[in-house]
Every structure is written in C-alpha cells, then in structure tokens.
C-alpha cells in the first residue's frame, strides 16, 4: 500500500491509496454536506441535490450518465447521510479517465427546472416510502427526537413539505454554498496511477470555486425524552433508544465499536443470547453512531408489543450491570477476532477501503491502514472499556415507539 495527498489550487484535496496487488479500483468525492447543515426550510436539500446529479448537465445527459457508466462495467451510486454526500464508482483501472470525467461532471449538474419537477416527485414518494417502513421511520424519529434543535435532528430526506416547498432556485444557492473544492475530498483506492489521478482532477476539478463551509459541532446537552407513534395495524412494536457516546474524533470511540460489538451485534453478543435466540425478541441490537462532534449509543428493539416493557426493563439491567462491571476478556476477545475479520475482508476490496480512506480524512485528516486499525484492536484492553463507560455509559436517555402501543412504563422510557 502507498498513500498519497495532494492539494489543489483551489482547495480540492485529494488522497490516494495505491494497491498495486489489486486487481480493480475505486474513486469516489467525499462533499461535506447532509442534513446537518440545512437549514429548517431547506430539508432534505442535500439528498434531493445527491438525486439531481444523476439528470446530467450540459455535457451529459442522463441516459449518458447510466450508459456510460454501464458501458465501462461500473459500480457506481451515490448516498446521503446527516454529514456526507458521497458520489463513488468501482471499476478496472482502464477505465479511470472516462469514469472521472463523469463523475467530476455529476458534481457539476444542470440543475433543470424540468428534472427538478420530476425528480421532486420521486423524493415524495420516497419519503412515503419509508413512512410505511417501521424500521426506517423509528430511526428518524429517534433522531429528531433525541436532537431537538440541534442540526442533527433533521431528517435525512426532509418531509413532504419541505420537499414540496423547496426551489429550483433555494437548491442552486445551497449548491453554490456546499459543493465548493475546499468542501469536497476526492478519495481513490486500489490499483491506479497517481499521478495520472491528480491531472484528471487538475483538467475536470481545477476551475471548481474555492471556499468551504463552516460546520458548528456543539455538543447536545442531551435531557430524557419519549415518543410513541400509534399505529394499530401494526403486529410488532418497534423501539430505539439513543444516549451519549463517543464523537467521531474521539479516542474512546475505538472501545465504543468493541463494545457495540460486544454487547449488541445481530449475533454473539449479550443482547442476542438473552433476548433474541431464546425467541424473546425478533431483533435487540446496540449500534454506536459516530458524528462531527457527537455520538450516540443506538438500542434497537422488535417485539411483540406486549412483551415490550419487561425486555426495555431486561435491557435496561443488561446495559446496569455492563456500566458497573465491565466486559470479561473472553467478550473482548471473541469482539476483537470479529471486528479483525471484518476489517480485513473490507480491505481486500477497494471499494471497502474508499470507504475507511474517505471516512478517516472527511473526519479527521488522518490516514489509517488495516494494520493501524489491527494493532489498535490488538491493543485494547478492558481498562480501555472502562475508562469510555465512565465517561459515557450506556443509557436509554431517548426512548422512541412505533406501533400499536399507546404509552409505556415511565421506567421503560428513562432507565
């Protein structure tokens, strides 16, 4: 592996790791900009905009877009989350200059008043979508319930009327504020050349405007709160829980991800044995969610809804003795082979390593390789695990339902 960075004129930064054992590539532009840094008016403005890249400009078309991209073999999509919208695609690494000048061109759009009604649609119906998927709407509640009045709170794909208000003209001032070179990392992985790599990005990104986008990460004076959302029809309860953790710039959050693993992964770990493979529960899973200057313990739970209380209170004591007695070492043990092994078969294809490479720089302007990431988990103790419990323990500070129940116990929603 070698890693390479550079910096454009104009702030575009570039970051590479070279693999020439590999055998395909992945490149992909990193825009620091989600949710989080809408405003209350501008909803969902980010993932609109992630979808609107796709109808072309006036070099592309949109049938150019898919058919290129199909005519070179690519993996290509794009996503949006609270803090990052990513465009990427894998592809052999002969295909390099044609696949950049596109994706260079998808973060440059027309922005058409004809795509945009028709684009506008599909987001809306989208968001019906997941209005119907219980699972989906639980986390976005819990989110926004959790972060009343933080930026976090707000909904990755807006609400309807958001959408429903939101401008051709409201979307290209929110363009021409976030997609600017000092905002965007362009991130390669895999078998190419370097600098063939930075002359692509000097030719199609050069003349991209500077500047970036100051993002504020105060951290939420998180308080408890609950919300139920009825819905009768429904056969399972589902419920989320969210509390303090570790940020994403944070030490601690290496022993945050043990401990998710440890005490919540689908299976293996205490939530599991406990409560699903005994058939107490359909689903219990704790996940740590690391954001710009924040962090969030993540407990999910579905259920029969009259089985609900007892297995938040059954939670709630597994998550008592956790924060009072720590982990054993055969947990941290058996925690650490899985996590290794996750670790290692990511890195083996380029498209995982875009995502560690870009998701290391994007948050912290560092680069890690796997064995960085090997000898950190080697290293961990369980007087790591303790010092992060001390400082944030696993609660369930922010209780969110949906389904057909209509309250739950006051313990269930602030133990």
């Given amino acids: 592996m070698q890693f390479q960075q550079k910096t454009l004129d104009n702030g575009l930064t570039i970051v590479g790791e070279v693999n020439l054992l590999a055998h395909s ?14 405003t209350p008016e501008l909803a969902g403005v980010s993932h609109f905009l992630e979808h609107m890249a796709f109808k072309g400009n006036s070099r592309f078309s949109a049938d150019d877009v898919n058919r290129i991209f199909d005519e070179v073999g690519a993996k290509y999509n794009a996503s949006t989350s609270e803090e990052v919208t990513l465009f990427y695609a894998a592809i052999l690494p002969e295909y390099l200059p044609r696949t950049f000048e596109l994706l260079a061109n998808l973060l440059r759009p027309g922005l058409r008043e004809s795509d945009f009604a028709l684009e ?19 986390y976005d509640r819990a989110m926004q319930t959790h972060y009343a009045g933080h930026p976090l709170g707000q909904r990755i794909l807006g609400t309807s009327d958001s959408v429903s208000r939101l401008t051709p003209d409201a979307m290209r001032g929110y363009f021409d504020a976030h997609y600017r070179a000092g905002n965007i990392v362009l991130v390669a992985t895999g078998k190419f050349d370097w600098e063939q790599l930075v002359q692509l990005a000097a030719e199609y ?36 829980q969210l509390a303090p953790a570790p940020s994403a710039r944070d030490p601690l959050r290496f022993a945050a991800d043990i401990l998710s693993v440890i005490v919540g992964d689908d299976s293996g770990s205490r939530l599991y044995w406990e409560l699903v493979d005994p058939g107490h529960a359909e689903s219990a899973e704790l ?27 059954r939670i709630g004591e597994i998550y008592a003795d956790i924060n009072a007695n720590g982990v ?59 010092q992060m419990l001390d400082q944030y323990p696993l609660a369930q500070t922010t209780t969110v339902g949906i389904g057909p129940l209509t309250k739950l116990s006051e313990t269930d929603a602030t133990s």
């Avoid at 875009?354 to 890690?368: F, K, M, P, Q």
């Fill in 25 to 38: 590539m992945a490149v992909g532009f990193f825009v620091r900009a989600g949710s989080r840094d809408e």
């Fill in 205 to 240: 990104c050069g003349g991209w405007p500077t500047g970036d986008v100051p993002r504020s990460t105060e951290r939420l004076n998180a308080v408890s709160r609950t919300d139920l959302l009825c819905r009768p029809s429904h056969r399972q309860q589902h419920v989320m």
């Fill in 287 to 313: 996940a740590y969610n690391d954001y710009d200057g924040e962090g969030t313990w993540c407990t999910y739970l579905s259920c029969e809804p009259d089985d609900t209380s007892d297995l938040l209170r």
């Fill in 120 to 138: 506008q649609q599909v987001i809306l119906e989208e968001i019906g979508m997941y209005e119907d998927a219980p699972g989906f709407l639980v």
């Fill in 328 to 386: 054993t070492a055969d947990e941290l043990e058996e925690a650490r082979n899985n996590v290794a092994t996750r670790v290692v078969l990511s890195s083996e294809r380029p498209m995982g390593r875009l995502s560690a490479v870009g998701g290391n720089w994007v948050y912290r302007g560092e680069y890690r390789t796997v064995e960085d990431d090997l000898l950190t988990l080697k290293r961990m103790t369980i007087a790591d695990i303790r």
